[in-house]
Every structure is written in C-alpha cells, then in structure tokens.
C-alpha cells in the first residue's frame, strides 16, 4: 500500500486550514486517512504549523513519501533532519544522544527565527500604524487651522449685528 504524507484541506472557503495526514495514495484528498499527524494554518503571520515530528519521522522511516508542500513543513519543522539524524545512528556515525544534541540545537535556533520575524511584523505593524495616525494628526490640525478664521468671521459678524440691534 503506497503511503503519502499530504495536506487534507479543511475550512471555509477563502480560510484554508489543513490537516497533515499519512494516506493511502489511493485515497481522496479529503478522503480516509492512516493517522492525523498535525496542522496546518495558513491564514496567520508566520503560518501556524502544529506537527507530531515523531510520527513524522515514523512514517518517513516506513517509506511514507512527502508531497512537495508536506515535504517543505516537514522540513521547516525539522522532521526531515531528524530523519537524517536517526539514519546517522542506525549506521554508527553519531549516537543517539549526539543525534539528539544537534536536533534540540536546530530546533532552538529555528524558534529565534521564527520569533525575531514575529517580532519584525509586529513591529511594522506598529510603525504603519503610529504613521498613520500622525498622517491623520496633521490632516486634522491642517482642518481646524483653516476653519479658524471662518469661525472669527462669524463671531465678528454676531457681533456686528448684536452691536447693530442695541
């Protein structure tokens, strides 16, 4: 039985949101599946990605093949290099904890990435914003200065003309 790990699509339409699953070749896209081995959300910045590298690893080391966009998340989330990892301490190149050593580090430095890009858009967002609201400090303030001599025009005027009934 050919085994593929893909994406089953789940959502709304226009809000995707997948399932990362082992599946029969054979079967549908959204179809029956093997196992549930994570998410994935599309829709945030960066994306949300939720997967059992575990079992990941389990069904690549069974043969599962990738589809080219699971094979890219498995491979942001280091299911892939985990892969590589345990075929190097299968052969005796590195021991499982050697294995397990360079993982953790790949994962912690994958994190700082991820969290300095958050932290980029967040604070682009931030600078758009506070951009956005001296643009509109400087239309406002541009507004009341013109309307101020309309206004002392009109007070003169009442003035004129309550000075013109006494």
Not at 123 to 138: G, M, P, V
Not at 143 to 151: C, D, F, G, L, Y
């Given at each position: 039985?050919p085994?593929?790990?893909?994406l089953?699509r789940?959502?709304?339409?226009?809000?995707?949101?997948y399932?990362?699953?082992a599946?029969?070749?054979?079967?549908?896209?959204?179809?029956r599946?093997?196992?549930?081995?994570?998410?994935?959300?599309?829709?945030?910045?960066?994306?949300?990605?939720?997967?059992?590298v575990d079992?990941a690893?389990k069904?690549?080391?069974?043969?599962?093949?990738p589809?080219?966009?699971?094979?890219?998340?498995?491979s942001?989330?280091?299911?892939?290099?985990?892969?590589?990892?345990?075929?190097?301490?299968k052969?005796g190149?590195?021991?499982?904890?050697?294995?397990?050593?360079?993982f953790n580090?790949?994962?912690?430095?994958?994190a700082a990435?991820?969290?300095a890009?958050?932290?980029?858009?967040s604070?682009?967002?931030?600078?758009a914003?506070?951009?956005?609201?001296?643009a509109?400090k400087?239309?406002n303030?541009?507004?009341?200065t013109?309307?101020a001599?309309v206004?002392e025009e009109?007070?003169?005027?009442?003035t004129?003309?309550?000075?013109?009934?006494?």
């Amino acid at each position: 039985m050919p085994v593929k790990i893909r994406l089953q699509r789940h959502g709304r339409k226009g809000k995707p949101f997948y399932w990362i699953v082992a599946a029969d070749s054979r079967s549908k896209r959204d179809g029956r599946y093997l196992e549930k081995i994570g998410t994935y959300n599309p829709n945030t910045n960066p994306a949300h990605i939720d997967l059992n590298v575990d079992d990941a690893v389990k069904w690549l080391e069974n043969g599962a093949q990738p589809t080219d966009t699971a094979r890219a998340i498995l491979s942001y989330k280091g299911a892939l290099l985990k892969k590589h990892l345990n075929g190097g301490v299968k052969k005796g190149a590195l021991t499982e904890e050697q294995a397990e050593a360079k993982f953790n580090a790949w994962i912690e430095e994958k994190a700082a990435k991820v969290q300095a890009k958050a932290e980029g858009i967040s604070k682009a967002a931030a600078d758009a914003k506070a951009k956005a609201l001296e643009a509109e400090k400087a239309v406002n303030e541009a507004r009341i200065t013109a309307a101020a001599p309309v206004v002392e025009e009109e007070v003169a005027e009442e003035t004129e003309a309550s000075n013109e009934e006494e």
